[in-house]
């Protein structure tokens, strides 16, 4: 039996109105986007220093967050620049030079791998940080320092663990 206009448009309105409606995906790719960019932009604020166990850093009540330098890293037993061993403790204080030779040597080295920055070609020179725990003797901190300075890296910070006020 054939149907009238009014059934044939009802019918396929009916059919149009029952199927499930489309999910609507741009929206959610916009949202997804700008939270992209908003963790892209924030997460490169804050450095993280390499922590180790043997290692208790020093409290303070400094404030300025630590910059992307290099890191001398002195534990018990071992000096560590970048997390590669240079040298033993009981090497560096070995003999009556003020310098550490290996230590001096891998500096030197790093040196001419990095590029210089417009904020290492100021008074100072280069930037190095310094992470020693609290109960090496300070003949050994001083030598490090020393070495530090020796090899162009004389802006040296020395890092520790912010203490709350």
Request: charged share 30%; aromatic share 4%.
């Amino acid at each position: 039996m054939k149907m009238s206009r009014r059934a044939v448009r009802m019918e396929r309105r009916h059919k149009r109105k029952s199927r499930m409606p489309g999910f609507n995906i741009v929206s959610l790719m916009d949202i997804f986007t700008i939270l992209v960019f908003f963790l892209l932009v924030n997460s490169s604020d804050v450095e993280v220093l390499p922590s180790a166990k043997s290692i208790q850093l020093p409290e303070s009540l400094a404030a300025e967050k630590p910059r992307e330098t290099l890191v001398v890293m002195v534990t018990e037993r071992e000096i560590l620049l970048q997390g590669r061993r240079i040298a033993s403790i009981e090497q560096a204080m070995r003999g009556a030079e003020t310098q550490i030779g290996s230590l001096d040597a891998a500096l030197r080295d790093q040196a001419k791998r990095r590029l210089l920055k417009a904020v290492d070609r100021g008074p100072g020179g280069r930037e190095i940080t310094i992470m020693g725990d609290k109960e090496i003797p300070f003949r050994l901190l001083k030598r490090v320092m020393l070495t530090c300075t020796k090899a162009g890296f004389g802006r040296i910070s020395l890092s520790v663990v912010q203490k709350s006020t």
